[in-house]
């Protein structure tokens, strides 16, 4: 219970401690009273949190854990996973960033074939990067306040670093079709899948427009994997596999349909490989 509590407690304190620093860097008068008792709700709210983190920490120490496990397992405890996995997808589309200015790619084995997806999405994100380079520009020219200038100008161009580090992370981690015929479908630094190749049963050409976000899973055992609204690989697979979508909710598939730039090759390759593998009559 005392998690629950401290978990609410942040999810109210942060965006209140948040409305009050754009108050006062706009100007905004604050009663002092509202002042104090805000930083004073929010320095327990981070005394609350300190005390069971270390409780936490210390009961997985006395366990045996390790000091970085116990450490890990704490932060685990008292911090969403919704939140954890926003922030890891952050950093490795970061990561992802510096490996397309290298001219990199992500866990592509020798061999294997690299499948971009990238295609109908190409235009509308360097539109949105656009769109992300005049907003910093015109902002920057119109509020007069330095302090919410500054702020806001490094809002801005950390959204434009986000925008590019998305497109960037889907360029850098392609679908993988191995030479075993397994295969490797992800969305950039927010979705991977693996399949092994005994699981793979068939692949065929079939274009499809699914409604909905990029993953969308489906209740007869169908996970659409979408590009700009579309899908053009449909794979079958022996038996369901598990995947776990970007905010960590879970689920099984049986049928997985997926964006591939040359849904042909990618077809072929996987029919070329499972053809490999099996064992002659």
């Known amino acids: 219970m005392s998690t629950r509590i401290a978990r609410a407690a942040v999810w109210v304190a942060l965006p209140g401690e948040a409305a009050l620093l754009v108050c006062a860097v706009a100007g905004v008068r604050v009663p002092a009273a509202v002042f104090v008792v ?30 970085r496990d116990a450490v890990r397992e704490a932060v685990r405890a008292l911090v969403p996973t919704a939140a954890r996995r926003l922030a890891a997808h952050e ?12 001219r990199r790619r992500h866990q592509v084995p020798d061999g294997a074939l690299a499948v971009a997806y990238t295609g109908p999405q190409t235009a509308l994100m360097y539109g949105m990067l656009f769109v992300c380079v005049v907003e910093t520009v015109l902002l920057a020219l119109v509020i007069p306040w330095p302090l919410v200038h500054a702020v806001l100008l490094v809002v801005d161009v ?9 497109h960037a992370s889907c360029v850098v981690r392609p679908h993988v079709v191995g030479t075993d015929g397994s295969l490797r479908i992800r969305y950039g630094a927010l979705f991977d899948l693996r399949v092994p190749g005994s699981a793979v049963a068939s692949a065929r050409v079939e274009r499809r427009s699914p409604d909905g976000g990029p993953v969308r899973p489906g209740g007869d055992g169908v996970l659409d994997l979408a590009v700009g609204g579309q899908t053009t690989v449909t794979v079958e697979l022996t038996r369901p596999v598990e995947f776990v979508r970007p905010l960590g909710r879970r689920g099984f598939a049986r049928t997985l349909r997926f964006h591939a730039d040359d849904p042909r090759a990618t077809v072929a390759a996987l ?11």
């Open 38 to 67: 805000a930083e004073t709700l929010v320095g327990a709210v981070l005394a609350l949190e300190s005390a069971l983190s270390w409780r936490r920490y210390a009961a997985r120490r006395r366990a045996g854990d390790r000091r």
């Open 91 to 102: 950093v490795r589309a970061l990561r992802s960033l510096g490996l397309w200015v290298l």
């Open 158 to 166: 950390y959204g434009v670093v986000l925008v590019l580090a998305l």
């Open 271 to 281: 029919t070329r490989a499972r053809t490999h593998a099996s064992p002659p009559a």
